[in-house]
């Protein structure tokens, strides 16, 4: 496990870095000049007037082991810029407030709507490299856990159910950390709170195996 486990990670951390030089060019552009095309602008931001042709909303449910469905609404809104049209997730109160016909401001960077603005409503949306970059982060902190195991036996295998849930507050602090989402108060007592949790689990786990309970 350690033989796949350790090059990966180093790829991780490799395709991270290539990830953040790209951010950082995004995050130093400046806005384009007045009347430049969105296509052939590459190295600023460019802005685009868009027409509102439509919204909708689609669900996720899930079900736990009593039986007991929940489900989560997610709203998006068509916009329409040129040739082009495209589908953007908005929080709920822009999809209750926009209406067919609305004009957008647009900004995009290489071909990607980075930021949206509609009747007052602001949205904001990451770059491919951004939304790599976590996933990098992600999968780079799996494999640690992987080898963590592989140097530790496979009798602590349980104790990665405290590691996957010490990812919630790893990747939001590594989200602030790399100014994706900077957190206030409430974020980091959210971090806290599954910091503490993870840790619980993980100490809870541990005496289990060390007991040797199932």
Same mark, same amino acid.
């Given at each position: 496990?350690?033989?796949?486990?350790?090059?990966?990670? $180093?790829?991780?951390?490799?395709?991270?870095?290539?990830?953040?030089?790209?951010?950082?060019?995004?995050?130093?552009?400046?806005?384009?000049?007045?009347?430049?095309?969105?296509?052939?602008?590459?190295?600023?931001?460019?802005?685009? =007037?868009?027409?509102?042709?439509?919204?909708?909303?689609?669900?996720?449910?899930?079900?736990?082991?009593?039986? $007991?469905?929940?489900?989560?609404?997610? +709203?998006?809104?068509?916009?329409?810029?040129?040739?082009?049209?495209?589908?953007?997730?908005?929080?709920?109160?822009?999809?209750?407030?926009?209406?067919?016909?609305?004009?957008?401001?647009?900004?995009?960077?290489?071909?990607?709507?980075?930021?949206?603005?509609?009747?007052?409503?602001?949205?904001?949306?990451?770059?491919?490299?951004?939304?790599?970059?976590?996933?990098?982060?992600?999968?780079?902190?799996?494999?640690?856990?992987? /080898?963590?195991?592989?140097?530790?036996?496979?009798?602590?295998?349980?104790?990665?159910?405290?590691?996957? $849930?010490?990812?919630? =507050?790893?990747?939001?602090?590594? +989200?602030?950390?790399?100014?994706?989402? =900077?957190?206030?108060?409430?974020?980091?007592?959210?971090?806290?709170?599954?910091? $503490?949790?993870?840790?619980?689990?993980?100490? +809870?786990?541990? /005496?289990?195996?060390?007991?040797?309970?199932?």
């Amino acid at each position: 496990m350690l033989t796949i486990a350790v090059p990966c990670i $180093v790829e991780c951390v490799d395709h991270i870095k290539v990830h953040q030089q790209a951010i950082a060019v995004y995050r130093g552009a400046s806005l384009c000049p007045a009347g430049t095309r969105w296509q052939a602008a590459d190295d600023c931001v460019a802005r685009t =007037p868009a027409e509102i042709t439509g919204a909708g909303t689609r669900q996720s449910c899930t079900t736990d082991s009593n039986g $007991v469905s929940s489900c989560t609404t997610y +709203y998006s809104v068509t916009v329409r810029f040129g040739q082009r049209r495209q589908k953007m997730d908005v929080e709920e109160g822009t999809y209750r407030t926009v209406r067919r016909g609305d004009t957008a401001e647009l900004r995009i960077w290489r071909g990607e709507i980075v930021r949206m603005v509609v009747r007052g409503h602001t949205e904001t949306y990451l770059t491919s490299s951004e939304w790599a970059s976590v996933g990098w982060l992600l999968l780079g902190w799996l494999l640690l856990g992987a /080898s963590w195991v592989a140097l530790l036996g496979l009798r602590l295998f349980p104790l990665l159910g405290g590691w996957l $849930v010490l990812t919630v =507050p790893y990747l939001m602090v590594a +989200y602030h950390l790399m100014g994706f989402n =900077p957190m206030g108060v409430t974020g980091w007592g959210v971090a806290g709170a599954f910091t $503490v949790a993870g840790l619980w689990t993980t100490g +809870y786990l541990f /005496s289990e195996v060390v007991d040797g309970r199932p």
